[in-house]
């Protein structure tokens, strides 16, 4: 019921949360995108006062030859370009990842192929700069059950030593991965 309240919400607001069909001409996968990825963000002062990294985090379901699979995926971008600082600072690359709720976490791996193994051959949910990292978490129908729950309140990059970075929600609609689920027909799986 909840679900269906926040989809009318976003309808009445003008907003289309359909998601988007797409055909990959190379790999003849047929994915079907979240409308518009959450969005996280951190300031990275230590580079600069205004500096601020992005993270877009969304839901895609592929269809190849009926096998179908839900991918999540999180491209890492900044607003500033570190290649061009006296001593570059690497952004931090996605890879191990930790969602957090008030009451849970959900800490995923990614496949080591990126969006290839999914059989994309194009970028999803790039962000406006040229410059992205991104990373792919084949999902659980559990994983994707606990995500359509509700959206974490943050997500944390796992540094290659350990040292989380913590991203916290910026612009996130809910209504977005509800749009995806009714659309590909998926029923969480019963408890």
Excluded at 38 to 57: M, S
Excluded at 67 to 82: E, H, I, K, N
Excluded at 119 to 129: D, H, K, L, M, Y
Aim: proline share 9%; aromatic share 8%; with cysteine.
């Amino acid at each position: 019921m909840l679900a269906i309240a926040l989809l009318v919400g976003a309808c009445a607001a003008g907003r289309d949360l359909w998601p988007v069909e797409r055909l990959d001409r190379q790999s003849a996968v047929n994915t079907t995108i979240m409308a518009e990825p959450w969005v996280f963000a951190r300031d990275a002062r230590e580079i600069a006062v205004n500096a601020r990294d992005y993270l877009h985090v969304g839901v895609v379901e592929t269809n190849r030859a009926g096998q179908r699979a839900y991918w999540l995926g999180v491209v890492a971008w900044s607003t500033v370009d570190r290649t061009a600082l006296p001593v570059p600072v690497p952004p931090v690359r996605p890879g191990r990842i930790r969602f957090a709720w008030e009451e849970a976490t959900l800490e995923l791996e990614s496949v080591p192929a990126g969006r290839e193994a999914m059989g994309a051959s194009e970028p999803i949910f790039a962000g406006p700069q040229p410059v992205f990292e991104d990373a792919w978490y084949l999902l659980s129908e559990s994983q994707l059950a606990r995500l359509a729950l509700a959206p974490p309140v943050s997500v944390s990059l796992m540094s290659e030593n350990d040292r989380p970075v913590h991203y916290d929600a910026w612009r996130v609609e809910p209504g977005a991965l509800t749009a995806l689920m009714r659309a590909t027909g998926f029923v969480p799986p019963n408890p």
